[in-house]
């Protein structure tokens, strides 16, 4: 059993950063893939995503890549999401998540998911 819990959401305007932290309960949190999904009012979850155990290997939607930055501390047993030149289409709950498949970004390929934390991008 793992449990997750989001933090750092709030609200920011447009061109701004902030950094979400997932921290993790559980015995064997390196063995875990860890993943970020955001949703936006009316519109279905989507995979922002992911880092690899090691946090060696990370891949990202095009919709943020070269804008958010995934990384793991496996010592804090914590997932970070970095987000920078934020957009107000970036607005959305963000939601992390644990799983043990490689490469996984669809939602059913994860087993564990935290309440979500609020991100508001005004313009």
């Known amino acids: 059993q793992v449990q997750l819990v989001e933090s750092g959401g709030g609200l920011v305007q447009a061109g701004g950063s902030l950094r979400l932290s997932c921290a993790a309960s559980g015995r064997t949190f390196s063995s875990y893939v860890m993943s970020w999904f955001r949703q936006a009012p009316g519109k279905e979850r989507e995979f922002v995503g992911f880092?690899?155990?090691?946090?060696?290997?990370?891949s990202y939607a095009d919709s943020v890549k070269g804008r958010f930055t995934i990384s793991r501390d496996n010592v804090k047993n914590t997932v970070y999401l970095q987000m920078n030149s934020l957009k107000p289409e970036d607005t959305a709950v963000y939601y992390c998540?644990?799983?043990?498949?490689?490469?996984?970004?669809?939602?059913?390929?994860?087993?564990?998911w935290g309440q979500g934390t609020q991100v508001t991008v005004s313009s």
């Open positions: 998540t644990a799983g043990r498949r490689a490469l996984a970004r669809r939602q059913a390929e994860y087993d564990y």
């Open positions: 880092v690899m155990w090691s946090g060696g290997v990370t």
